[in-house]
């Protein structure tokens, strides 16, 4: 049982690049989100899905897209990065839907956008 | 609108002394809340979570926190630090019936020898 993985750990990009930072879970979770941790600021949910097929926007969804196609992946796209995002990203799963879930972060992915 | 203010940036203490870590929500209703711990370089551990009934709660690691609605607040307090609680502490607010957490700023933690 993996938990929550993802990939890459580290990835440098150049301004206008696009990468897709994967995110999957073995734990039949319907709930996941995707986080960017920024010094000072915590973190701040960027897009969120409570089902395959059923993606919402958080607080700072801009330049970021989102899909789920099925109920164990959640990749997080950057269509064409720019250096404000450079930041860590947590991907993070949990059963049902409802505030009292537990949520199971992944170990983060660290974004450099130069 | 839902938020969560974590007054301490960094907080140094010995090893051995006891610690509290201070957090203030504001929510409409009965909050759902959690303290998470996330070590350097890893990924957030949730360390303990209140949904309602006992207002002191026992978390893994020796933690513990209390609710006080009057004060809105949910600090964590560990009687006595080890060098290994060393990290970074997130106060969270669970917001509405979607999983969606609202997260503190954080306190990093320092324990000295």
């Known amino acids: 049982n993996a938990g929550v993985t993802q990939t890459p750990k580290f990835q440098v990009l150049k301004t206008g690049q696009s990468m897709t930072l994967q995110c999957a879970q073995d734990?039949?979770?319907?709930?996941m989100s995707w986080y960017r941790q920024d010094p000072g600021m915590g973190l701040r949910l960027i897009h969120y899905?409570?089902?395959?097929?059923?993606?919402d926007q958080g607080e700072v969804p801009n330049g970021y897209n989102v899909s789920r196609s099925t109920t164990e992946d959640f990749p997080l796209r950057l269509l064409s990065a720019a250096p404000s995002q450079t930041s860590v990203y947590f991907c993070a799963s949990s059963s049902g839907t409802g505030s009292y879930n537990e949520q199971f972060f992944g170990p983060g992915t660290r974004l450099t956008v130069l | 609108a839902q938020s969560v203010t974590q007054p301490d940036i960094h907080i140094t203490v010995s090893e051995g002394a006891s610690l509290e870590l201070r957090c203030n929500y504001s929510?409409?209703?009965?909050?759902?809340l959690f303290w998470y711990v996330q070590s350097p370089g890893q990924g957030l551990q949730l360390l303990l979570k209140?949904?309602?009934?006992?207002?002191l709660v026992q978390g893994i690691k020796g933690f513990e926190a209390e609710f006080k609605r009057s004060q809105s607040s949910f600090n964590l307090r560990k009687p006595s630090v080890h060098w290994s609680d060393a990290a970074e502490y997130f106060c969270?607010?669970?917001?509405?019936?979607?999983?969606?957490?609202?997260f503190g700023t954080g306190t990093l933690l320092a324990v000295q020898p």
């Open positions: 929510y409409g209703a009965t909050p759902y």
């Open positions: 734990m039949n979770h319907e709930y």
């Open positions: 969270a607010v669970g917001a509405g019936a979607t999983n969606k957490l609202i």
């Open positions: 209140y949904f309602s009934g006992d207002t």
């Open positions: 899905s409570v089902g395959a097929g059923i993606t």
